[in-house]
């Protein structure tokens, strides 16, 4: 073999793989647009039931075209309490079989067929009238781009039947299984697509390099190497989150050792399955597929409580671990997945929101029993406001970045609004609020009585006005939030209201009111462009920015 023909053969072959993983992505990325708010449905619907969970797994798999993917998804719900580990569990179980469907489709020869799907797909996909239409000719371009890499695949490996050396080592894939599925395993790690993985085995069956019994380490190994995606997305999660990800392995894994000793058995039970009439060895690679994930589950399905003991006894709660501040709802790794991803940030964004109500309903508290060590727990707690909005804006430029839809558009810029107005009330609280506080504290200073009821009276107002305002971004409530706008102009009021008393007792030379009039009139100030922040927030709801 010259280098020239070596550099064409790895040319082609990393060309039809990129091909593949590409199409893969685009095809999921149609599906999952015109499933939209139906997967946040179907996922409201989880139950502890395993059998439930295995059926919605599915779905979800089906629709995004990955275990992996599904299951990355699973430990963000997990991590962020969406979810116990048991019903994450029974959707592991279907992930696996859903995905299966890609690896069917796959099996249909439509190679010669993969030019029309594409440029049939880049016409609907250009189709402006319709965003169905759209997301469809999205799909099929994926699928057509599926099929093209395979048909790259197929030519460029054609060639390789004539050496002896590569046709060894692929037959040696049967001979000595184990080797086939650590080198399967590994591959497919690499590239995250165990659909992949299988079409290359497909590709090279039909150029007769391989059998099925080679096939089926390849097949067991992919399932293995296709875990590496959640393992990877799990990382920096909680303990929880990271049981799920082990689930999928542990599935995957103890499902291949069940099978391992009886690889002829299993080999024989697909060729029954797929019946005289199935000749394609690519078709019954695919129902190897399928069948391996159907019994691993009917093996599982009956063992999911001592299987979730047997994951917590391995990963147990070591609360050190846990203590950290970090992000509990937004993972990069469902970034792909733009309606997943959009959910997740309002959940990390509401929780940011809940956070900074919370500083502000304390920070009253400061003032009226001089706790300076409140005080500065209230300002650390800004440091995580701050961290919040850092990682919730990068996270919603990056999916920004990708193809939403015109409503995924702005909803992503409407909690750009909310998260950046929520942070800059961290800082009024931290920098103003806490520092006229010290200030106090170090004065030992003290509002008259008078004056400590005038700045709980306005306290309690844009507390309420800041958590309705909250509550209406969440809920999307347009009357909540024009009460929130309503209320703004009586919060006006109030502070002018609150000043023309601090001043008619400075005029009555009250001793108290002269030490803290600056204060006073700051933290008066303070809470007025508090409101102004709440308004902001109404504002976006209302359709006024």
């Avoid at 049967?174 to 299988?198: K, M, R």
């Avoid at 931290?430 to 504290?441: G, T």
């Avoid at 803290?516 to 709440?534: G, M, R, Y």
């Amino acid at each position: 073999m010259t280098p020239g023909e070596v550099f064409r053969i790895f040319m082609g072959i990393f060309g039809g793989v990129g091909l593949f993983i590409y199409g893969m992505k685009r095809a999921g990325g149609g599906l999952q647009k015109v499933a939209g708010k139906r997967m946040r449905d179907i996922l409201s619907t989880l139950t502890s039931t395993p059998v439930k969970g295995t059926v919605i797994g599915a779905l979800m798999a089906a629709t995004i075209q990955s275990s992996s993917a599904t299951t990355v998804m699973l430990v963000g719900f997990v991590n962020a309490s969406l979810m116990t580990l048991t019903q994450a569990i029974g959707v592991v179980y279907g992930a696996n079989i859903g995905t299966t469907f890609t690896v069917q489709v796959i099996a249909f020869h439509l190679a010669d067929y993969s030019l029309l799907l594409v440029g049939t797909g880049v016409l609907l996909y250009v189709y402006k009238r319709n965003r169905i239409v759209q997301y469809l000719g999205q799909s099929l371009l994926g699928f057509g781009l599926i099929f093209l890499g395979l048909k790259i695949l197929s030519e460029t490996t054609e060639p390789l039947r004539s050496y002896p050396g590569f046709v060894k080592a692929m037959v040696s894939m049967g001979s000595y299984p184990l080797f086939g599925i650590v080198v399967s395993a590994v591959f497919t790690g690499i590239i995250q697509s165990s659909a992949a993985t299988i079409g290359i085995a497909m590709v090279l069956t039909n150029q007769g390099i391989l059998d099925l019994g080679a096939a089926i380490p390849i097949i067991l190994g992919a399932d293995i190497g296709t875990c590496s995606t959640a393992l990877i997305s799990s990382i920096g999660s909680s303990r929880e989150g990271k049981r799920v990800a082990v689930a999928h392995l542990l599935f995957n894994l103890i499902g291949t050792i069940l099978v391992y000793p009886f690889m002829d058995l299993f080999r024989d039970l697909i060729l029954i399955v797929s019946g005289p009439f199935t000749t394609s060895i690519s078709r019954q690679i695919a129902n190897g597929h399928m069948l391996f994930k159907i019994l691993n589950t009917l093996v599982f399905m009956p063992l999911t409580v001592p299987f979730r003991k047997l994951i917590i006894f391995m990963l147990p709660i070591v609360p050190e671990l846990e203590r950290a501040f970090r992000v509990r709802y937004i993972d990069d790794q469902v970034l792909d997945t733009q309606e997943i991803a959009l959910d997740e940030a309002y959940k990390e964004s509401e929780r940011m929101g809940y956070r900074v109500l919370e500083m502000l309903k304390r920070s009253i508290v400061v003032f009226r029993e001089d706790d300076d060590y409140l005080r500065q727990k209230l300002k650390k707690m800004d440091n995580e406001i701050d961290f919040l909005d850092d990682a919730i804006t990068r996270y919603l430029t990056t999916l920004g970045q990708g193809d939403l839809t015109e409503e995924q558009s702005r909803r992503e810029v409407s909690l750009l609004y909310f998260v950046d107005d929520l942070e800059h009330v961290g800082d009024l609280i931290d920098k103003n609020l806490m520092e006229l506080a010290r200030k106090k504290i170090d004065l030992r200073l003290h509002f008259s009585p008078e004056g400590m009821k005038d700045i709980v009276l306005m306290h309690q107002q844009i507390c309420i006005n800041l958590q309705q305002a909250i509550e209406s971004f969440m809920k999307n409530d347009e009357d909540l939030a024009r009460q929130v706008l309503d209320e703004s102009s009586r919060i006006e009021q109030l502070e002018a209201d609150l000043r023309l008393a601090h001043v008619q007792r400075l005029h009555g030379g009250l001793q108290e009111t002269i030490d803290t009039s600056s204060i006073h009139l700051d933290v008066i100030s303070s809470f007025k462009l508090i409101s102004a922040h709440s308004v902001n927030i109404a504002q976006v709801v209302a359709g006024e920015v």
